[in-house]
């Protein structure tokens, strides 16, 4: 798993979809594997934690792939991307899968590149997230409610939330028809512990696999109990998926 080169899934231009950068340009880095198993997941190929071939965009939006074998060192993922990130995006996020499964490439690859860095991470890896932390711009942290994660990662979270917010972060939480009361209030206690001016996403499930959308007063009574402790919340969904975006 912890190697000098990447296995990627798939490097393209698109519209952040989800957080507080929503709507942003981004080129996206889609690293193959993950630690977790969440029931919502879309990305379903990604938790393969390697594939033989990475697709590869050929300019910016083209939706013209070249298929390359994987698994791609530091320089040649640098000159993938590089073709790829110019004026109009924002940053370049790294995702998954879980990117920081990759830890060891991205440790090597990221001083190499000069634009802006943003990862996407479940965020239960922390000492995967402490070796490329001085190379982060901006990290956006899931917290993994049990419900839908099968497993409870409180600790990891909370370690992980502590060294992210050295950099600028936010934290996003996939709300569904499972969330209860008491995981839900655990996330928000743990976030407030930290610091109560992260920004926060409530995120509302898009329906998959056997996970249940989150009913429309629901979501308004968690964000009112949210509320009392946080002060920067937000409710989006998922909105790359209305626009017919990767
Ligand atoms: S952390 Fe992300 S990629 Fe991994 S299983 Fe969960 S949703 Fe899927």
């Not at 109009?88 to 440790?107: D, I, M, N, Q, R």
């Not at 249940?212 to 920067?232: C, G, I, T, Y």
Request: aromatic share 8%; charged share 20%; glycine share 6%.
């Amino acid at each position: 798993m912890m190697s000098a080169d990447a296995n990627i899934i798939e490097i393209f231009s698109s519209i952040q979809g989800e957080g507080k950068y929503v709507g942003c340009r981004q080129v996206f880095v889609r690293f193959a594997g993950c630690n977790a198993t969440c029931k919502y997941c879309d990305t379903m190929t990604s938790r393969k934690s390697s594939v033989t071939k990475a697709q590869i965009e050929e300019s910016p939006g083209s939706r013209r792939f070249m298929s390359v074998d994987n698994p791609i060192e530091p320089l040649q993922l640098l000159g993938y991307i590089t073709n790829l990130y110019d004026h109009k995006h924002h940053s370049v996020s790294f995702t998954g899968g879980e990117p920081l499964c990759h830890s060891t490439a991205l440790s090597l690859f990221l001083p190499m590149f000069r634009g802006i860095k943003y990862l996407e991470t479940n965020g239960t890896l922390p000492d995967e997230l402490e070796k490329v932390l001085p190379h982060i711009d901006i990290i956006s942290m899931d917290i993994k409610l049990p419900s839908v994660a099968g497993k409870n990662y409180w600790e990891e979270h909370r370690n992980f939330l502590r060294i992210a917010k050295q950099r600028e972060v936010f934290v996003k939480i996939v709300i569904s028809g499972e969330t209860n009361d008491a995981e839900f209030d655990t996330a928000i206690q743990l976030i407030a512990e930290i610091d109560n001016n992260i920004p926060v996403i409530l995120q509302p499930v898009t329906p998959i696999n056997s996970c249940k959308s989150v009913a429309p007063e629901r979501v308004l009574f968690l964000h009112d109990k949210a509320s009392v402790q946080l002060n920067d919340l937000r409710v989006i969904p998922q909105t790359h998926k209305y626009i017919g975006q990767m």
